[in-house]
Each structure stands twice: as C-alpha cells, then as structure tokens.
C-alpha cells in the first residue's frame, strides 16, 4: 500500500505542471476584460473621462475585436478621484465580473491603491493617467506599469531645455499634493543641476477657485519661469490669471507641467498663448497621429491627449501581448508585455522596463498665439524633444524593490 501511495504521489506531483500550464493557456472566463476606470466628473475629467473609453474602443477595434478566438469586452466607471472609490470598484471588477487589466486610474492615490489590488489578486492594473514616479518607484509592483509620463520625464521635458536657452530663475506655485510634491523634487535638480536656482515657491490647496495671491508672489519674484505645479481646474484658473495680470504677455515665461492640449483648448489661445508644456503625444505629430484624431474627434468633438491616446497604446500593447503568450493570466502576459517593442500610433519604438515604466520620447511645446494657429485644434508648436533614455529616471536609480540592486 505504502508503494502504491507512493507511486500515486508521484503521478499527482508529475500531472501538476501540466494542469497548471493548461490552466495558465485558457482565456479565463472565456472573454478578455478590460476595465477603464477614470475620472468622469471632476476636476480632470476632461483629460481623462469618456475620452479614455473612446480610446480604448478604438484599440479594439482595431486590435479585431477578439483574441485567441475569445471576445474582448471593455467596461468602464467613473473613480470620482475618490481612492476609496476606485478600490471598491476595481475589487468588485477583479473579484465578481473577471476583469483581467484595469487602465486609466488618473490621480496617483486612485493608481497606487488600485495597483496594490491588482497584485493582491492576480490581475493587472496599466496606468496612464498619473504621473507619480513612486508608482514604478518604491510602491512599484509586478503587475503594474506607467503607460505614459511621470513627474521626473515632464520635469526634465519642460526645465531642461528652458533652462539651456538661459531661464536660470524659477518661482513655483505648487498644489499641496503628492504630485505637486514629486515636481518640486524633479524639477529643482533640472534647475540648479543647470545652473539655475529657485527664487521661491508658494503652496495652494487643491481645487482652489482663486489663485490670484500665488500668481502675485510669483510675478512680483522676478523669476524668468513660473513653473505651476497643479492639475486640472487649478492649472486652468492659473493659467488665467497669469494672463489677467500680464504675465504671458511680458518677460517672464509660464509654464504648466500637468497640462495638455485639451487643457489649453478650454482655455483659448488668447488666454494660453505662450505657455510652455511637455506632453508624450500630439494629434498633429505625425500622419498616424492624425488620423487616429480624425477618428477620436468624429466621437468625441475633441482631440485627444496624451493620457487618451496612452489609453488606446496600452489596450493595443495588452492585448497584443494576450496573442503572443497564448494566455490572459497575468504574469505571463506581463511578461510578454516587456519582451515585445511597443509600436502604434502614440508610441513608436517604446519598452516596458521591469520597474514598470514604459520609455518613450518626451516633447516641449509652446502654445501658440492666436495669430499663429491655423483652425480651432491647431495649438501648439514642438520645441525640443527628449529620447526616453534621457527623460525618464534611469533605471540603475530606481528604488523599485523589483530591481534595486540589480
């Protein structure tokens, strides 16, 4: 008998690696899931919200609807840049409707709780809509990535070259936010690294209606640059007022490091005009760019951004490496992911590193004046370009458990 329990043992032990690798090539749930949760009625709705859907449909569309003979299905909710919020709605996603990837997740504690969820049960959580380096940096995780900037890239993409064509005086008007934060960090090596130096900085609260006071300090400074460090509604109200007081029409430059193309067409080439502001992606950058805006505009009257567009590469990437392993479980996937090029219309030649962080180029851009743009989307005008080795953080710096000391 002792013989015989033995020999079944073995068996078992034998079949295990197989039954595993069986269940490892299935499609769980016989349908690839993907859950778009972002920020569809707050302040940064507009640079994520339906537009981030719109996006991701796109990919499937054109990825062709199914993969490995299974469907691929897109669900979507609105995360109201709760934390608390986002965690329920993803835990349900993952644990009751077999979501396998999670995109979008804009605001960096929306991101960072989600992907902490995401490895807790297996699943995968691509971000594109924040840019805290802590994401792929000491809260870094096997199933999570930053699809499309962070803090260090746009710090470097913004001070970099203004501070090369001699802008050595910075004041920055700082939300108090752990984005707001991680900027004044990042940027302020850039600056002095250069040359530079920091003439001073003034913190507001999030979703201050009023930031006239800051934008007073920061004028009467001197500084060449006033560098705002605030998202959304704040950036815009900012933006604004450093127009009504002159700023933009004067000697000192403004620039936003959070904002995009959709940020400056709500706020008219009158108001913007001049700012300077880095972004991964421009409608108007190439041919392919163009015509995926064609087609991202016919749905939703706007063009998109660079979070939008990052929606639409990491869908197209996931599910690109979903074909090539065979397989939705999430480690192989993951896997797949950092073996192959990333290659589509927002991403040419990008990788995946195993921090998480996806390299690609970063550009500068400089708002137009009225007089200069061509039609209602025509708003802005490259300035420098930075290779992703060279904007983001490189990795034998990074405090990412999954590689420190590698």
Known sequence: MRALRSALLAGLIAFAPAAGRAAEGAISGDVVKIGVLADMSTAMSGNYGTGSVTAARLAVEDFGATVLGKPIEIVSADHQSKPDVASTLARR?????????????????????????????????????????????AQCSPNGAL???????????????????????????????????????????????????????????????????????AQASGAGVIALFN????????????????????????????????DVH?????????????????WDQDDAARAFAKRFYARQKAMPNSYQAGVYSAVMHYLKAVRAAGTDAAAT????????????????????????????????????RPEESTGEWDVMERVATLPGEEAFRPLAESDCPLVRGK
Request: net charge neutral.
């Open 266 to 282: 709500a706020l008219g080439l009158a108001a913007a005009g001049g700012l300077y502001l880095a972004e991964a992606f421009y």
């Open 147 to 217: 699809w499309v900037i962070d803090t260090h890239a746009l710090s470097r993409a913004i001070a970099k070259p203004l501070v090369e064509v001699g802008e050595k005086t910075w004041f920055y008007v700082v939300a108090d936010i752990t984005l707001g934060k991680s900027f004044v960090a990042d940027v302020t090596p850039v600056v002095t690294g250069g040359g530079g130096t920091v003439a001073g900085q003034v913190f507001h609260p999030l979703l201050s209606p009023d930031l006239s006071s800051q934008i007073l300090q």
């Open 231 to 262: 998202v959304g509604g704040d950036a815009i109200n900012a933006v604004k007022q450093a127009s009504e007081f002159g700023v933009l029409g004067g000697r000192q430059k403004l620039a936003g490091f959070y904002m995009t193309a959709v």
């Open 333 to 368: 996937v993951m896997a797949k992911m950092r073996e192959l090029p990333i290659d589509d219309v927002m991403t040419r030649g990008g990788r995946l590193r195993p921090d998480g962080r996806v390299i690609r180029e970063v550009s500068l851009f400089r708002v137009k």
């Open 93 to 137: 996603w993952y644990d009751v409707e077999g979501v396998d990837m999670i995109t979008d997740l804009g605001n960096s504690a929306v991101a960072l709780g989600v992907q902490a969820l995401a490895t807790e049960k297996g699943r995968l959580a691509l971000i594109t809509g924040s840019g805290s380096t802590v994401i792929t940096g």
